[in-house]
């Protein structure tokens, strides 16, 4: 089981990243501690990656590496960050407080046939999929639009949303075709 540092914990809480203290932090597949040099389940930070922090100051958690398919992160693409998207695609994470489900994958298109974020030859983009749903993907949906400055009235679940932020392209996917048991959040480099 992975812990996050107490301290790190108590920030996380106060800035109303996590809602409660559990022992049940597996259930991030793949979050450890960032303020340590090595996580509880001897992964060390040459084998996972870290977004920049969080606003307020809150840093960001570590989240595990693996292949893609894995569902754990994947470097690659440009400048070995996806063109600055991995990072971002990762605070998205984060702001959301749902498990990753998916990131970079080997399949090409997506379900309407059009090129995929999460696949792995799109090498300026990333990609990932938060597990939920129901009435705590709809409340995940308002966070994951907050942190980007979104006001919800204006991007209603139920449809496909292509917005620019800082740069980058955010697509953002919920209770749309496909996206019921998760929210899907493409990052790529404007």
């Known amino acids: 089981m992975l812990l996050l540092g107490v301290a790190v914990l108590s920030r996380l809480f106060r800035h109303g990243l996590v809602d ?3 022992d049940n932090a597996s259930s991030f597949f793949g979050l450890s501690s960032p303020a340590s040099g090595h996580d509880p389940a ?3 930070n040459e084998t996972s990656a870290r977004p920049p922090d969080l606003p307020g100051g809150v840093p960001a958690p570590s989240y595990m590496t693996g292949g893609p398919d894995s569902g754990r992160v994947y470097n690659g693409g440009v400048g070995g960050d996806w063109a600055g998207s991995l990072p971002r695609a990762l605070q998205v994470a984060a702001a959301s407080r749902l498990p990753v489900t998916s990131q970079k994958r080997t399949r090409q298109t997506t379900a309407s046939g059009g ?3 999460h696949w792995v030859g799109s090498t300026s983009s990333y990609a990932v999929d938060l597990g939920t ?3 705590a993907g709809d409340a995940a949906y308002v966070r994951v639009l907050g942190f980007l400055g979104l006001d919800p009235a204006q991007y209603p679940a139920g449809r496909w949303h292509n917005v620019e932020v800082g740069g980058y392209r955010y697509q953002i996917g919920w209770r749309t075709p496909g996206h019921f048991d998760h929210i899907h959040v493409g990052v790529k480099r404007a």
């Open 115 to 117: 090129i995929s974020d």
């Open 42 to 44: 001897g992964f060390s």
């Open 133 to 135: 749903s129901g009435a």
């Open 20 to 22: 409660k203290v559990t």
